[in-house]
């Protein structure tokens, strides 16, 4: 259950599971993934130096279903000068003062980088809608604009690789608790985490209409069993690595006859 993990409409999320696996040795995978996050910050030499790409990689998840994790694990061997992170919370009164996608495509990296997205533009159809901040018509109406942002974005390089962390609620529970008994993960950990588990089967279905009315030829979205956070990690690099190589880069050749230079 669970594969494939890319979303052709319609799924249904019920059908997948949290916990799954496939049977993959922990310690195995683990290796593997190193090897993949290495051949990552091989791969973003290129893409910098070739500066025709941009690549943005968006997690989407419950708290604690391992969104901050997924980035720093993903760019371990990535060079920092090449990445641009953006963590998405309550938009300040400028970014309300804007439309939903302004901060948004701010936030979009320049050609050559990767762009981490903690949270996205999809909060304006989860959050938002779970908490009735604006009416239905509104947010509705913004699955068709993501989708159109979003092909704006591949017809002009910009990779959006998307990935929704898949948690079990039971998985929730250890992890929230987790972060209440450890003092360095208390100040991860926020009353109003409970008030948003509480909203749970609320979320399931708005991340699965989420996941039905945006994942489009154009950008697809990922569903990843997140229960196990070294099958997430594994997922993601490997994802990356194929967006990566499917770029087919080279590098760049020089700009003049570097044969006749000599250096003295
Ligand atoms: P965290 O990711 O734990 O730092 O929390 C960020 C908070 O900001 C979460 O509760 C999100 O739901 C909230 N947030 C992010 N984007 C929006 C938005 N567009 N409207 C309302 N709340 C948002
Ligand atoms: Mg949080």
Known sequence: MGQPFVVTPKIKLKQFDPNFSNGLDKDEIRE???????????????????ARHAVVVLFQGM?????????????????????????F???SSEERAHDFLWRIHK??????????????????????RVNKLVPKEIWQARYAQINAFEKILAQNNVILLKFFLHLSKEEQAERLRDR?????????FRASDLDTRAHW???????????????????RWHVLPADRKWYRDYLVAKRVVEALEDLKMSWPKPKEDLSKIKIV
């Open 32 to 50: 593997e993934t190193a090897q993949l996050h290495k051949r990552i910050g091989e791969l973003q030499y290129l893409l910098y130096s070739n």
């Open 201 to 219: 089967d609320e979320y399931q279905v708005a991340f699965e209409d989420m996941l039905n009315e945006c994942s489009t030829p154009a950008c």
């Open 63 to 87: 708290d604690a279903a391992g969104k901050d994790s997924s980035v720093r694990n993903l760019l371990v061997h990535v060079n920092p000068a090449g990445v641009e992170t953006a963590n």
């Open 180 to 188: 209440l008994q450890d003092p360095r993960k208390n100040w991860e």
């Open 107 to 128: 936030a979009v990296p320049r050609y050559g980088n990767i762009g981490v997205f903690n949270r996205s533009h999809y909060e304006e159809v989860l959050v938002v």
């Open 89 to 91: 919370k309550e938009p």
